[in-house]
């Protein structure tokens, strides 16, 4: 049975979310509890699944309890569930909380969060892996890009259409900012794939905030040569999006499923930044074992407990992204266990991960039965010229 424990310092409130999950009490245990410290002592003595925590609180706010939770108990996840909209308040607890849900929060949406954050232990059963994704404050991008983003938020003109481009062009900024817009950290939920019309509702001014608070937009610049191995996890996550993009082109008319075509290619390495953040030296190790997807990914599961495509996944649900990107991260080696019988966003970054590693399209790691399965086996050919014209375009740019 999963666990939640809810900390408001409001009796009234908590009574009221008593009521409006009254009807879960079967499926859920739930504890109800007034403070910080009470929270912190009901963890030591007993697991919970979830922490559902108010932001302003006597004491120990909202923030700083997240923080003493992420620390002491890293698996847990961690929600904000606050009226507080103070923007100095939001940015303390965009490290610590997972997602923010916005006082009042209707029935829906706080039983559908607490459900999705169910789901999160039922796909990811390893502790360590758990902690590793759910350790993560912020995730490391390109020293050029905050500069190119810092640069574009101060122009006179036309500052957030070239911000946004930046945003979209970095797979770290990008996850960030779609967190903040789809968890509510500043405002409704707005459920979106596209980075750069994530930064457009932010705005300049948060943008500019974000930007300038240390370890809360970006986490701190790596060492050498950790900093070489994001450039190159960084590089082939923009290839993947622009093949990703020009296969879903070719394939369909459906928006949507471009959109998460490119941005699902985007972000499904984002499992690597967290690798390569989070523990280095056995990154390293990875890059030693050679360039065979199949290796790697095994060697991740073995000293990690789950290899990047189930890590990225994991963090992508941790902060709320949409569905649809989280099952591209976490297919996009292994297609054939999704349900598909026709062509889908997750066979665009499939394709276009492989063969952008090997873009003659042979002795590539295409799942051909999958392809077969889907009718799209014999479509190949004409996706590995698409990649093979962005690599070329790519070069002359």
Request: net charge negative; with cysteine; proline share 5%.
């Amino acid at each position: 049975m999963q666990r939640f424990l809810f900390v408001d310092d409001e009796p009234k409130l908590l009574n009221g979310l008593r009521r409006m999950l009254h009807s879960l009490r079967s499926e859920w245990a739930m504890e109800f509890v007034e403070s910080g410290p009470e929270a912190l002592q009901c963890l030591a003595e007993r697991r919970f699944d979830v922490v559902v925590s108010d932001m302003r609180m006597p004491g120990m706010d909202g923030s700083e309890l997240l923080r003493n939770v992420r620390e002491r108990f890293p698996t847990t996840v961690r929600l904000i569930l606050s009226g507080q909209c103070d923007r100095r308040a939001v940015l303390k607890a965009i490290g610590p909380a997972h997602q923010f849900l916005t006082k009042p929060c209707n029935s829906e949406t706080l039983k559908g969060a607490l459900s999705r954050a169910c789901r999160l232990g039922n796909c990811m059963s390893d502790p360590e892996a758990q902690e590793l994704a759910s350790r993560v404050e912020a995730l490391p991008s390109l020293p050029e890009s905050l500069g190119s983003l810092t640069a574009a938020l101060e122009a006179a003109e036309g500052c957030m259409d070239q911000a946004g481009r930046v945003v979209a062009g970095d797979p770290g900024m990008a996850a960030r900012v779609l967190q903040l817009v789809n968890s509510g950290y500043f405002g409704s939920p707005q459920p979106l794939v596209n980075p750069r019309r994530a930064a457009g509702l932010l705005g300049q001014e948060r943008l500019s905030e974000l930007a300038a608070v240390g370890n809360v937009f970006i986490a701190p610049p790596l060492a050498e040569p950790y900093m070489s191995w994001l450039a190159s996890a960084v590089d082939h996550c923009r290839t993947v999006a622009e093949v990703a993009l020009r296969i879903a082109q070719v394939e369909t008319n459906c928006p949507d499923l471009i959109a998460d075509a490119r941005w699902g290619g985007l972000l499904h390495d984002v499992g690597r930044l967290v690798l390569i953040q989070q523990v280095p030296g056995r990154y390293a190790d990875l890059l030693a074992a050679g360039d065979d997807n199949d290796d790697r990914c095994t060697f991740e599961r073995q000293t990690c407990g789950a290899d990047h495509a189930a890590l990225g996944a994991y963090l992508l649900s941790l902060w709320g992204l949409p569905d649809s990107l989280v099952r591209i991260a976490a297919m996009h080696h292994t297609p054939a266990i999704s349900e598909d019988c026709g062509f889908t966003a997750l066979t665009a970054v499939h394709a276009a991960n492989a063969l952008c590693r090997q873009p003659s399209g042979r002795h590539c790691k295409l799942d051909n039965a999958y392809l077969e399965r889907i009718g799209k086996a014999d479509r190949v050919s004409v996706w590995a010229e698409l990649c093979r014209s962005a690599a070329w375009e790519g070069a002359t740019a």
